[in-house]
Each structure stands twice: as structure tokens, then as C-alpha cells.
């Protein structure tokens, strides 16, 4: 899983966001689900391309602009996400995949980053709080950059 990936999962995965979404705000009021909706479109990308690596004893993780290193032997680091809040953020290699978690006051966000025996990376996204009344659930896949 190590080294660079571009997005591969077409329009369908990028809807797929969407509907996740929708499917976990379906019981808000029509105002408040579309104030949070597009909060959440906002945070909630498939990000062209990123890139996994590990570096000395840290694993480095690099999308949409910004780098992630953390110790791999996961413990937390504390980060600032690209809307401003604290957040605590782990990676670990459990097996034969990647786990990301960043946990924040709104709630905690995981990736579960794996190769499949197509040779395609996927990222299963799940993002809980207690604001919501349940969890937003997608996954995006990717292939190896060129």
C-alpha cells in the first residue's frame, strides 16, 4: 500500500458520498440536514491523488496538499485539520492494512486503507458522532499512479 494512488472510483463513488450523507442526516429537519449536508460535502472529498510511506519511524501520509506523519507505532499526534480544529490522529498497520483515526469534539473519523487482489487501494470512511444519528459510511478506491 505503500507509495502514490490516484482516484479511480469514478462518479459513482463520488456520489456514493452524497448519499452517505443524506442517509445519515435523513432525520435532521430539511433546514438543519442541508446547513450540515454541505458541511460535511465540504470535508467529505475523493481527493485526486495521496501518497503512503513510512519515513524513519513514522508513517507519512500526503493528500490534497497537506502531509500526516505520525509515530507507527500509533500513538497520537495532535494536528490542526484544514478547517482549523485540534484533532488527535493515529495511524497504525494492523495486518495488512492501514487505520487512520482522527478524533476531534465533533466526533472521530476512520480510514481503513487495504489493497485488494485487484491491485486497486481502498479506503473505507467512517465518521461518527454524537451529533449525528448515525455513522457516514463510504468507501473510494484508487489505483497506483503513474
Known amino acids: 500500500m505503500l507509495g ?3 482516484f479511480v472510483g469514478g462518479a459513482a463513488e463520488v456520489r456514493a458520498i452524497s448519499q452517505a450523507i443524506d442517509a ?3 432525520d435532521f ?3 438543519m440536514r442541508e446547513i450540515v449536508a454541505s458541511q460535511l460535502r465540504d470535508t467529505n472529498r475523493a481527493y485526486p491523488e495521496f501518497s503512503i510511506a513510512v519515513e524513519g519511524d513514522n508513517i507519512v501520509s500526503r493528500i490534497n496538499g497537506r502531509t500526516l506523519s ?4 500509533g500513538a497520537a499526534r495532535e494536528v490542526t485539520t484544514p ?3 485540534s484533532a488527535q ?3 497504525r498497520i494492523q495486518g495488512s492494512r492501514l487505520i487512520q483515526t482522527l478524533v476531534n469534539p465533533q466526533g472521530t473519523r476512520t480510514h481503513t486503507v487495504s489493497v485488494g487482489s485487484d ?3 481502498t479506503v473505507e470512511v467512517r465518521i461518527e458522532s454524537s451529533h449525528l444519528p448515525r455513522p457516514i459510511r463510504y468507501t473510494l478506491t484508487y489505483g497506483r499512479a503513474a
Open 4 to 6: 502514490r494512488w490516484q
Open 24 to 26: 445519515a442526516l435523513a
Open 29 to 31: 429537519n430539511p433546514v
Open 70 to 73: 505520525t509515530p507507527a507505532s
Open 83 to 85: 478547517e482549523g480544529r
Open 89 to 91: 490522529v493515529t495511524q
Open 119 to 121: 491491485g486497486n487501494l
